[in-house]
């Protein structure tokens, strides 16, 4: 890990709250995340880990500004040291600062690949950058003229960090990078974004799959109901006394490689669901 | 929270005002106002149906000594040539029509939802006969085919009914038929299948809960098509019988009135028809945008 | 029961693309068995074939030597699919899930059970679909599946979205059902270390069944 680089997006106290109707007319607040802080620096990896409804997509699309119009946030973004407002975000977004989306439908079905990742331009600068990065992804010329429904889902997701990276970000936001992925194929992804961290860039991982997430990240935060429970270093999960909070530690015991199948049971975790449930409510 | 000065970043999201005002976070509730919209529209039809229904005997009444009246005060929409109150006449003959629309309406969806659910549950030969039966209705026009019915059920009210029942219910057939085809395909379906579950227990509990919103709105929206098309059809002469003060013969009698400049006669049924024709449209969007699910959190 | 499959090969009508190629397998009773395949093989066919939810362009499946298309009713092959939500009628409460599955008035006991063991809570019943976590409607899924009746199991990647306690919770409590029963269970997963831990084999299918 390397914490003497710059720090380039600092999240401080960020909340994420939105509305939606219940059964009837009511409506309720459902915050989706609350008081997140997190830093990411030049020539790292964070992953940020949870499941399904932890809030980790909706923190991804706060630092974007594309939260949807029934959302409102609260807190401090701060890239490169200043704050991240509206106009800010527009001076960077797509260029300084990029998001690697989570599916495939992200891409112009009518568009060709090549012309999607040069954003449309033409120039021979453009045009020879893009073959120069198609070709370090291991795309050849003859994915550059194709559709996306002509390229298969890894493909796909190279493509998607390609048109990232042409404009040589800052910070990437990777959000689920590899669902539908076979693990040979997401483990390659992975590797574009370590390749990506070493170029200079920080890297902000958002995932589900804590194994892999260990694999790739040099820094680990648990999001459990929207609140991130622990942070650590990846290397911290393979000693469970290194980590903190019970909840992580039954994830490190939850871990396929950690069963044992010839005793009572697989693993001694499921109980940390119920006081899990008691203590965050969800 | 804005007062926080400039350590605090409060971001916008869309034009609205920053999370922690509550009230002011979020977008009003859009649900709410729908509901109050619609609940006073119901009203208003409500209100101008029951008092049509009490004032039949009025909107009958001749009286030769206030004839031809234009507005005023005490007649609002004037009176006709045999001294009939002509706001009394227009609401009964609403009332009649929004009556003869509820009827027709709750007919027609009844038969689309149950031919388009048969013909995909039921196998093909259901299948091939409903789809004949749809194009039939869809081949021959509208019109035509309603005075045909009309006609052959002897007229008058039920001849009415009969003509706009039977030929209104094929395009909400289809759309339910095309929906359950859809959810037919879906996985929860398929595993109910493998639990052998019955084809009864699949239609009624899988497949007719998720045709509701369609049902629903199909049915609110053929109000306006009914009631225009009774109005047609009694003013062309094959529908309701010319001592009934409904809508269709108010504006065929008006025709012989207007060139003689009493504009009143034709003027205020015919916009009222509008209005009502109007209010049902928007009362069935409304209903639409509360129970469909993709809209469900506007 | 012996679940197996003979020469099955299939191609979707449209693409006319071949899915499978002349795949064969066996099942023994109360066998716990893992699959392996590269992406866009076609496991979730595979898996689809084996359940009857389609039938083969050749080849066979048999339960117990009996063709599986002639077993009416009940099939005793049940299979849970990956995403639990569009496994459920998202317009009915979950206590109608459970109420699909095999669970006979006279063996009150197995359903009760199932639900304790799977952690199903009672106030979840009562809700939407839409209103409880992917791993909780899992559960569901997987309870209804396992009726009186099931007499095998298949479970095509059916942790895979959910978080790692939720997957090993889950693991464990079929692991102990399935051994009770003696129910057959396919198991297919991209991870080689979950396959291991609980399979007494692990088939890898590959490019040759293309």
Not at chain 1, 96 to 121: C, I, N
Not at chain 2, 101 to 110: C, I, N, P, R, Y
Not at chain 3, 104 to 112: E, I, T, Y
């Amino acid at each position: 890990m390397d914490t003497s680089g710059k720090v380039i997006l600092e999240v401080r106290k960020l909340s994420v709250a939105f509305e939606q109707y219940g059964r009837g007319l009511k409506r309720k607040v459902i915050h989706a995340v609350e008081d997140l802080s997190l830093t990411v620096s030049e020539r790292e990896i964070v992953a940020v880990v949870g499941s399904s409804g932890s809030g980790k997509s909706l923190l991804a699309h706060a630092i974007m500004g594309i939260l949807p119009y029934n959302a409102a946030m609260n807190g401090e973004l701060l890239f490169e040291g200043r704050m991240l407002d509206g106009e800010l975000l527009r001076q960077v977004r797509g260029k300084e600062l990029v998001l690697v989306p989570q599916s495939v439908s992200y891409l112009d079905p009518l568009m060709k690949a090549g012309r999607q990742v040069t954003k449309g331009r033409k120039d021979e600068e453009s045009r020879k950058r893009c073959r120069d990065i198609l070709s370090r992804y291991g795309l050849d010329k003859e994915a550059e003229g194709k559709y996306p429904f002509q390229l298969s889902g890894g493909m796909t997701r190279r493509i998607l960090i390609s048109t990232a990276v042409i404009e040589q970000p800052r910070l990437v936001i990777a959000d689920e990078p590899t669902p539908g992925l076979h693990p040979e194929a997401a483990r390659r992804v992975m590797e574009h974004f370590k390749e990506i961290a070493k170029g200079g860039a920080g890297v902000l991982l958002i995932t589900h799959d804590l194994e892999l997430a260990l694999l790739t990240a040099d820094r680990v935060v648990v999001l459990y109901g929207g609140r991130a429970i622990e942070e650590a270093q990846a290397a911290a999960f393979s000693d469970e006394s290194q980590l903190k909070h019970p909840y992580t530690k039954a994830l490190c015991r939850s871990m396929p490689q950690n069963w044992d199948p010839s005793g009572d049971r697989l693993c001694v975790s499921g109980e940390i669901l119920a006081y899990m449930r008691k203590e965050y409510g969800r | 929270m804005k007062t926080s000065g400039k350590s605090s970043m409060l971001k916008r999201v869309g034009s609205r005002s920053a999370y922690g005002k509550r009230k002011a976070g979020f977008p009003g509730n859009r649900r709410l106002a729908t509901t109050v919209l619609l609940v006073l529209t119901v009203c208003f039809l409500a209100a101008v149906t029951i008092m049509g229904y009490f004032w039949q005997e009025e909107a009958v009444r001749t009286d030769f000594s206030r004839k031809n009246l234009p507005p005023c005060v005490l007649y609002p929409f004037g009176t006709d040539w045999m001294g009939r109150d002509m706001f009394m006449r227009t609401i009964t003959g609403l009332s009649f029509s929004i009556r003869i629309g509820l009827l027709t309406a709750a007919v027609s969806a009844g038969i689309a939802f149950f031919s388009g659910l048969a013909a995909v549950v039921m196998g093909k030969l259901v299948n091939d006969l409903v789809l004949l039966f749809i194009d039939v209705v869809m081949g021959i026009p509208h019109m035509l085919l309603l005075i045909l019915i009309s006609f052959a059920c002897g007229r008058g009210f039920w001849g009415v009914v009969a003509g706009i029942a039977f030929t209104h219910w094929a395009s909400l057939a289809r759309l339910i038929r095309g929906e359950v085809l859809q959810l037919k395909q879906s996985q929860y379906v398929k595993i109910a299948e493998r639990l052998g579950k019955s084809r009864r227990y699949i239609a009624f509990c899988h497949l007719a809960p998720n045709l509701i919103s369609q049902f629903v709105t199909g049915l609110i929206l053929l109000f306006p098509h009914a009631i225009l098309h009774e109005a047609s059809i009694t003013f062309l002469g094959f529908g309701l019988s010319p001592e009934k003060p409904a809508i269709g013969i108010i504006l065929a009698e008006s025709m012989k009135y207007l060139a003689m400049g009493k504009w009143w006669i034709a003027l205020f049924p015919g916009l009222f028809l509008v209005v009502v024709v109007l209010l049902f449209h928007y009362a069935g969007q409304s209903v639409c945008r509360l129970i469909d699910p993709g809209s469900v959190h506007e | 029961m012996r679940l197996e499959a003979k020469g099955l090969s299939f191609c979707y009508e449209r693409a006319g693309r071949q899915i499978l190629k002349s795949v064969s397998l066996a099942l023994e009773d109360g066998e716990r068995v893992g699959l392996m395949a590269p992406s866009g093989y076609g496991k979730t066919t595979l898996c689809k074939i084996l359940a009857g939810y389609e039938s083969a362009d050749c080849g066979e499946v048999l339960l117990d030597g009996k063709p599986l298309k002639e077993y009416r009713g009940y099939c005793p092959v049940q299979m849970v699919w990956q995403h639990p939500e569009l496994s459920v009628n998202p317009r009915r409460r979950l206590k109608t899930v459970l109420s699909e599955g095999d669970f006979p008035a006279q063996n009150d006991g197995l359903q009760s059970h199932i639900e304790q063991e799977l952690g199903i809570l009672e106030e979840w019943k009562e809700r939407y679909p839409s209103e409880v976590s992917g791993g909780e409607l899992q559960r569901f899924c997987i309870a209804r599946a396992l009726g009186e009746r099931t007499q095998i199991l298949i479970a095509d990647e059916i942790t895979t979205m959910l978080d790692l306690v939720t997957q090993a919770q889950i693991w464990d409590f079929l692991l102990k059902e399935t051994g009770k029963r003696g129910i057959g269970l396919i198991a297919v997963s991209h991870s080689p270390e979950l396959l291991s831990k609980i399979c007494h084999r692990v088939l890898k299918l590959d490019e040759t069944n293309i």
